[in-house]
């Protein structure tokens, strides 16, 4: 599952590459109802968590959530007749972007947009410093293990499996224990450093002096000991850990 980093670096590219301009808008695989946006100016791409919204000039929001398989393809090949599995395709003036397979590509009016962004917990990739407060106490109130609680999106928005590992891994925390407001803070800290990396490099990056590595993510053995990492469920996906370095 594409984790913030990857859909923050996909509002990026985006925005940098569509923004401002009038999209050809399309569905060759027909599930999706173009007319509302084609032809019409795309304003912003911003991504909330793992939630990805388009704003057009006369319509309202585009909302695309990519699931497990959800991918975007980049062309700067215009003329590129586009795959037949495309569900929506926006092209602008000299790029185009694919979306295949995504488990949510629709229409979202205001009230429905509102709603969707209160549901979702602070992001680290877009508060930074100023929603510590308000992450650190929905992090230690949630009445689940802490490796359960990042992963729910409406505590914090945008962390994934890989994440959640290497940021618990880094505080020397345990997935299946609470945390108190002063660990929380801390974990929020690690991911408002960390996660901006991984929008830059495109991938989760726990070590900035070495971004191919990780620390304890499907590890057999921790590369900061040597001690074999521990597997197992929590939250229902499994949890990595170096049961030396965590507690
Ligand atoms: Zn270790």
Not at 85 to 90: A, D, Q
Request: include cysteine; glycine fraction near 8%.
């Amino acid at each position: 599952m594409p984790e913030a980093h990857s859909l923050h670096r996909h509002a990026r590219d985006q925005r940098a590459a569509l923004a401002g301009q009038v999209l050809a808008v399309s569905s060759p695989q027909g599930r999706f109802d173009p007319a509302p946006y084609d032809g019409h100016r795309l304003l912003d791409v911003q991504a909330y968590g793992k939630h990805l919204l388009h704003s057009f000039e006369g319509a309202p929001d585009l909302h695309v959530h990519l699931g497990l398989k959800g991918v975007f393809l980049r062309t700067d090949d215009l003329s590129l007749p586009p795959l037949r599995s495309t569900r929506l395709r926006l092209a602008g003036e000299r790029e185009a972007f694919s979306l295949i397979a995504p488990s949510v590509c629709e229409p979202l009016p205001e009230p429905a947009r509102d709603a969707l962004l209160a549901s979702l917990g602070p992001d680290p990739l877009r508060v930074g410093a100023a929603g510590r407060e308000e992450a650190a106490r929905r992090l230690a109130s949630a009445r689940a293990a802490v490796g359960a609680a990042v992963l729910d999106q409406s505590v914090w928005a945008g962390i994934g499996n890989a994440w959640r590992a290497e940021l618990l891994f880094l505080a020397g925390i345990d997935p299946a224990r609470r945390v108190d407001v002063e660990e929380a803070g801390r974990l929020w800290d690690l991911a408002v450093r960390l996660l901006p990396l991984g929008v830059d490099a495109g991938q989760v990056v726990s070590d900035p002096a070495a971004p191919d590595e990780r620390w304890v993510y499907k590890r057999s053995t921790c590369r900061r000991c040597g001690a074999p990492v521990a597997s197992r469920s929590v939250g229902g996906r499994t949890a990595w850990t170096c049961p030396r370095e965590q507690r």
